[in-house]
């Protein structure tokens, strides 16, 4: 199983942009799955979650700017991403908890990351 992630770029400051991410492989369900990122010099911190169900949890410096949603039948999930600032500048990284057969547990996989740049 593998997680691919895209939509990142360069943007101005308020500018927009949407990140998808997808697994590919062989997957029996998708449970939670979110965003974070990692911004140079720092942690990787959660951006965002969105559980099975579609409970949507934000990070403070996200709320009322983002917006994580998630397509079940594709197993996709986006961060729709607003009035960018550059201290939003990161790679931002999916994650989802799969399970691959009903004799395992879950098990949380990460995507490659995508680069977003948000110029001044």
């Known amino acids: 199983v593998q997680l691919q992630a895209s939509g990142g770029g360069l943007v101005h400051t308020g500018g927009s942009l949407r990140l998808s991410c997808a697994p590919t492989?062989?997957?029996?369900?998708?449970?939670?799955m979110a965003w974070y990122r990692q911004a140079p010099g720092k942690e990787r911190e959660l951006v965002a979650r969105?559980?099975?169900?579609?409970?949507?949890r934000y990070a403070d410096s996200a709320e009322d700017r983002f917006t994580i949603s998630r397509d079940n039948s594709k197993n996709a999930v986006y961060l729709q991403m607003s009035s960018l600032k550059p201290e939003d500048t990161a790679v931002y990284y999916c994650?989802?908890?799969?399970?691959?057969?009903?004799?395992?547990?879950?098990?949380?996989?990460w995507g490659q990351g995508t680069l977003v740049t948000v110029s001044s």
């Open positions: 994650s989802a908890q799969i399970t691959t057969s009903y004799s395992d547990d879950y098990k949380r996989y």
């Open positions: 492989g062989s997957i029996l369900r998708v449970a939670a």
């Open positions: 969105i559980s099975s169900g579609g409970t949507a």
